[in-house]
């Protein structure tokens, strides 16, 4: 791993677009999630920097303290839990009545966990289990969202993240989460389908997750999400400072090579995905 970690960073020390912020727990992450690929790590990590440039309404303006931000975090619970060798993170919109939904901000709020998650959450998991609670989804969702840029949104997550996702699970399913599904289905990789269930009930997470692993508010043994997000929202403004820094972890687009075939121009509204 050592070797592997001083080689990324002599890529990146002659790659001048790219940031000089990135430490070496946070390289030991990428080449974890790429499964010690060099080559696959080098892009995953450029799509991680040169994404954040483009993403200026999720990556800009991200103090934890701002009102838009503290409105999302009282109706959202994101938490992790370790689960024998895998991770599982959990993401709940807590919004029965819609008061709170903006597209813009909960992306941006989601941001501010998953740096926060990558930056002080060193474990290297055998694979992620990825649960989303959709108790409180609407179908009121859909006007007030920019689907082409949630779908683009979800790539990079996919693509740029150092995550290893081994399943998603969907629980407490509205009826027509189908409708939901096909609107981001197409452009996810076959194999990502492969492994995304949903249940309309979290009981049915019993027969593919141990119970003592599962929060109690899905029948299990593990803290409540409620007490594990409260935890996470207090660590995060202790690292303020660290969201206030507009360009953590971006890359300059400016001085990347014109010749770089990879090189994701235009906005991100517009981006081409292959």
């Known amino acids: 791993m050592s070797k592997d970690v001083a080689f990324i960073k002599e890529w990146m020390a002659k790659e001048a677009y790219l940031p000089h912020d990135i430490d070496d727990m946070l390289i030991q992450?990428?080449?974890?999630?790429?499964?010690?690929?060099?080559?696959?790590t080098k892009k995953c990590i450029d799509r991680f920097c040169s994404t954040r440039s483009?993403?200026?309404?999720?990556?800009?303006?991200?103090?934890?303290?701002?009102?838009?931000?503290?409105?999302?975090?009282?109706?959202?619970?994101?938490c992790t839990y370790k689960a024998?060798?895998?991770?599982i993170l959990i993401h709940h919109y807590d919004d029965p009545e819609f008061e709170h939904f903006a597209f813009y901000d909960l992306l941006k709020t989601l941001t501010v966990q998953a740096d926060y998650?990558?930056?002080?959450?060193?474990?290297?998991?055998?694979?992620?289990?990825?649960i989303l609670d959709m108790s409180c989804f609407t179908l009121k969702m859909?006007?007030?969202?920019?689907?082409?840029?949630?779908?683009?949104?979800?790539?990079?997550l996919l693509?740029?993240?150092?995550v290893r996702v081994h399943k998603v699970y969907g629980i407490n399913a509205p009826s027509y989460y189908d409708k939901l599904y096909s609107l981001v289905k197409p452009v996810l990789p076959a194999e990502l389908c492969n492994i995304i269930?949903?249940?309309?009930?979290?009981?049915?997470?019993?027969?593919?997750?141990?119970?003592?692993?599962?929060?109690?508010?899905?029948?299990?043994?593990?803290?409540?999400?409620?007490?594990?997000?409260?935890?996470?929202?207090?660590?995060?403004?202790?690292q303020r400072k660290m969201?206030?820094?507009?360009?953590?972890?971006?890359?300059?687009?400016?001085?990347?090579?014109?010749?770089?075939?990879?090189?994701?121009?235009?906005s991100f509204r517009t981006l081409s995905i292959d």
């Open 159 to 162: 693509e740029g993240m150092p």
């Open 117 to 130: 998650w990558i930056n002080f959450h060193n474990v290297f998991p055998r694979g992620h289990i990825v």
């Open 197 to 238: 269930h949903f249940f309309h009930d979290y009981e049915s997470l019993h027969k593919h997750i141990d119970k003592k692993y599962l929060p109690v508010e899905y029948g299990g043994d593990a803290p409540s999400t409620k007490t594990e997000n409260q935890d996470w929202i207090k660590r995060i403004n202790e």
């Open 84 to 87: 024998g060798d895998d991770e």
């Open 243 to 266: 969201f206030l820094d507009d360009n953590l972890w971006k890359a300059d687009l400016k001085m990347r090579p014109k010749s770089d075939c990879n090189a994701m121009n235009g």
């Open 54 to 78: 483009q993403l200026s309404e999720l990556y800009t303006n991200r103090d934890p303290q701002s009102d838009s931000i503290k409105t999302i975090f009282s109706v959202t619970r994101v």
């Open 29 to 40: 992450k990428f080449l974890h999630s790429c499964y010690g690929s060099l080559e696959k």
């Open 142 to 156: 859909v006007p007030k969202s920019n689907i082409m840029y949630f779908r683009d949104f979800i790539l990079f």
